[in-house]
């Protein structure tokens, strides 16, 4: 039987965006995604809504205006106290009492609710919803209460008082006169919907735009065992997940570029007994340490996003739960992401340390800025009046209570917390540099301690010893001047790839794959594959760790080495990704956790048993093949056909056939499924043989340093020998000349991967004057070499004609 709508309930399948003035922000979102992406396949668990006025009946009802008002205009004047007015505006709303009709219905709908659940006394979440929030301006994230795990009517109607009650905590207050919200104007709508069972399962939080760096073709992902509340609230460190959206749509991709297991140790539950309806409890150890979702909930989330996003025509901040009982999900709140959507796409700034100290501590970095002060350790928010302005806040987590604090502070340490907890999004919203999940903040840093806290290094985040200098740069990107030259960066990091989005460049002229294996995986391939010859107990104990979770070594290396790549491609897709095959040295290979097992010891490790001459190699050849696996799944699985593959220093035409046999044998087979392979052209005999190394290779990159190194017999590591390395010797200049010229009689493009042409405008002259097909730089060096090829082209056109 439908229950027809009365004048103080609606249900969400009755409600709209356009119903804000009545339901506020949070249930018309709600309405919203019932009525429109349920098509798209978006769960909502079902409920109602109190309306607006059913709040203003209450007020009239207990006769609280007056008074109210009363109370916030001596607090205007300066009279009272925030604390003294907040807690005698609540204490007006938890005295008064639900006038008959009004509770009725609300028992009324609560009853029907369980009849269309199939559950007598449905436990529900009970959710303030105001009908100033959730604006593309203003978050106002957790001004208000939410009660979960809520049975029966009285603990209903009783959850409802309180969630009026909670539009004048001392935060809400606070936070309506900084945006200049009227209070008597604003009125509070409640959510009342079914509990999904979390508890059960998990829950988190997701954006459709990456947090820190706004790209927008991402979208991230936070989850943990247990109630969501934990990772809103930034009590645990949650799991990370990122999915590029563009490639969702294909149904047989699985786009995953980033997948962190956080350490989760305690969840939020349905308490067993007594007063309290939920209570924290520890997790186990196996829960620590797996993931809380799966590969394919990950990608069915990311959908989600995209259908929420589209719909509502801008990037949106979520919350969704798992049902642990049927294993679904739900999507239970959405609102629109009010930072990074705000930024200029047109404008980039950059942050640089001037130099580096001592590391202090390590975490999850919010923000690209820098900072630097004295530390202030706040363990308790009883000590919150004792903090200084403009010093670093470090404290364990941070709840709404703490925002007058945030805005005075230069940064922000926590010990607990992901990227979407309170720290992380009143920080972002602040403009004020954070430090997320750190573990041990508060244990490690001194009261009044000299810090510099730094952002501007990816998605890890730092804190030096001491006062550091750094300098801090805006550029208008439309500024920069179109090039025939094709201006493509290098990117290393995983982690950092998504700030240079902004960034005109062509794709990425150098992808080195040894600084994903020596930062994310850590071992030495043929360890995971050998770990029995490792003779390091202490090692074979931290590869064992590393791995837990996955069905073995080779899984590890392969799905971890193929997400850091993906994530270095997304930024330009569907722009070619140059990705670079491993070319550690045999002692850089060593260094990793079990390599002493495996690599030789060389007395010139630089022109030794490195590049291509591994790959074939029985001595490595296992480990090559993983590199392989990984990189066909990128192109594969994740969907990234933009890759390329790139042999590092390939000494002989007969070395290249091997190493080509060697990648077809591994699903690398040049030609197929699109897939290109180049050769660095960093070998003397690459240029003298360029002709018949072209008929194996669909491109070139020039190598300047390996080039330099073996034309002029120049250590380059050597510093006494320093003065001599210069790649505009005239030397090595005849060699790229040479090389530009015979690859183009060949018929295939030629680039080059380094810093001389930023660092000498005259070697970047030479290079367009010579006709090189691309220039891939640092990121934080592209807009002053886009600028001086730019030059270079104009006064090469003009001498041509």
């Not at 739900?330 to 930024?343: I, K, M, N």
């Not at 931290?542 to 073995?552: K, S």
């Not at 042999?647 to 290109?676: H, I, K, W, Y």
């Amino acid at each position: 039987m439908h229950i027809p709508e009365r004048d103080h309930i609606a249900w969400f399948e009755t409600l709209g965006n356009g119903d804000v003035p009545r339901v506020g922000g949070k249930n018309a979102s709600l309405g919203e995604m019932v009525c429109k992406l349920a098509a798209r396949g978006v769960r909502v668990p079902p409920g109602f809504a109190t309306t607006a006025e059913a709040y203003r009946a209450y007020i009239a009802a207990n006769g609280i205006a007056e008074p109210l008002r009363d109370r916030l205009a001596a607090l205007q004047r300066g009279d009272a106290t925030l604390h003294a007015t907040g807690e005698a505006a609540r204490r007006l709303f938890l005295d008064g009492e639900f006038p008959f009709a009004i509770a009725d219905e609300i028992r009324h709908a609560y009853r029907e609710l369980g009849r269309r659940t199939g559950v007598a006394e449905a436990s529900v979440a009970v959710r303030s919803s105001a009908t100033a929030e959730d604006l593309p301006d203003a978050s106002f994230a957790g001004q208000q209460e939410s009660f979960l795990n809520v049975r029966g009517e009285r603990e209903l109607l009783d959850a409802c008082r309180r969630c009026y009650a909670s539009l004048f905590t001392d935060r809400a207050i606070a936070y309506r006169q900084a945006k200049g919200f009227d209070h008597m104007e604003v009125a509070l709508s409640i959510g009342v919907q079914r509990m999904v069972r979390s508890d059960l399962g998990g829950a988190g939080v997701m954006f459709s735009i990456d947090t820190e760096s706004g790209f927008p073709r991402a979208a991230v992902i936070n989850a943990a065992w247990g109630l969501g509340e934990t990772v809103v609230q930034g009590s645990v460190d949650p799991d990370k997940y990122e999915v590029f959206k563009p490639l969702l749509a294909d149904p047989r991709l699985m786009p995953i570029v980033e997948k962190t297991c956080g350490g989760k140790e305690r969840k939020l539950v349905y308490a067993s007994g007594g007063s309290a309806r939920t209570v924290i409890a520890a997790t186990t150890q196996r829960e620590r340490q797996a993931f809380v979702l799966s590969d394919q909930e990950i990608v069915q989330l990311g959908r989600w996003a995209v259908a929420v996003e589209e719909h509502y025509g801008r990037p949106m901040d979520v919350e969704w739960a798992k049902d642990g009982e049927t294993g679904e999900l739900y999507l239970v709140q959405a609102r629109p992401e009010t930072v990074q959507s705000a930024r200029s796409a047109g404008v980039l700034r950059t942050w640089r340390l001037k130099s580096r100290g001592k590391v202090l501590l390590t975490g999850g970095a919010v923000g690209e800025a820098i900072a630097s002060g004295r530390a202030c350790v706040i363990r308790s928010a009883e000590d919150i009046a004792r903090f200084q302005d403009g010093a670093i806040l470090v404290t364990e987590m941070t709840d709404p209570d703490w925002v007058p604090v945030m805005k005075r502070a230069a940064g922000i340490v926590t010990d607990h917390g992901g990227i979407t907890s309170h720290a992380a999004i009143v920080s972002r919203e602040l403009g004020v540099p954070a430090l997320v999940g750190t573990g041990r903040g508060t244990a490690v840093l001194l009261d009044g301690q000299e810090l510099t806290l730094s952002c501007a290094e990816g998605q890890q985040g730092f804190v030096y010893e001491g006062m550091l200098p750094y300098e801090s740069e805006e550029v208008d990107l439309s500024a920069i001047a179109p090039t025939r030259t094709a201006m493509m960066v290098n990117v290393a990091s995983p982690g950092a790839a998504f700030r240079w989005w902004r960034l005109p460049a062509k794709g990425v002229g150098l992808a080195r794959l040894e600084f994903i294996i020596s930062n994310a995986v850590r071992v030495h391939p043929m360890a995971l594959l050998h770990p029995e010859r490792v003779a390091d107990a202490a090692q074979r104990r931290d590869i064992e760790a590393l791995v837990r979770g996955y069905a073995d070594g080779a899984d590890f290396f392969v799905q971890t080495l193929a997400r850091g790549v993906a994530k270095l491609a997304a930024p330009f897709h569907p722009h070619p990704v140059i990705v670079r095959l491993s070319d550690f040295k045999t002692n850089e290979y060593a260094g990793l956790l079990g390599g002493a097992a495996f690599e030789p010891k060389e007395e010139n490790p630089m022109i030794g048993w490195r590049g291509a001459s591994r790959y074939y190699d029985p001595r490595y050849r296992e480990g090559f093949a993983l590199e392989c696996r990984a990189l066909a799944r990128v192109r594969g699985e994740l969907g990234f056909d933009n890759v390329i593959v790139m042999v590092p220093f390939c000494r002989t035409t007969e070395e290249a056939d091997r190493v080509l046999a060697v990648m077809a044998e591994n699903g690398l087979s040049r030609g197929a499924a699109g897939l290109q392979v180049y050769m660095m052209c960093e070998v003397p005999s690459n240029v003298i043989l360029a002709t018949q190394f072209a008929r194996r290779f669909d491109g070139f990159s020039i190598g300047s340093n390996d080039l330099t190194q073996l034309v002029l017999g120049v250590d380059r590591d050597s510093a006494d020998l320093a003065r001599l390395f210069d790649e505009r010797n005239e030397a090595v200049t005849t060699f790229i000349a040479e090389a530009i010229a015979r690859t183009h009689a060949a018929g295939i493009k030629i680039g080059i991967c380094g810093q001389a042409p930023s660092n000498h405008p005259e070697f970047a002259r030479f290079l367009v004057q010579q006709g090189i097909d691309s220039i891939s730089l640092n990121p934080d060096s592209f807009v002053a070499a886009a600028r001086e090829v730019a030059r270079a082209e104009q006064e090469h056109g003009a001498a041509a004609g």
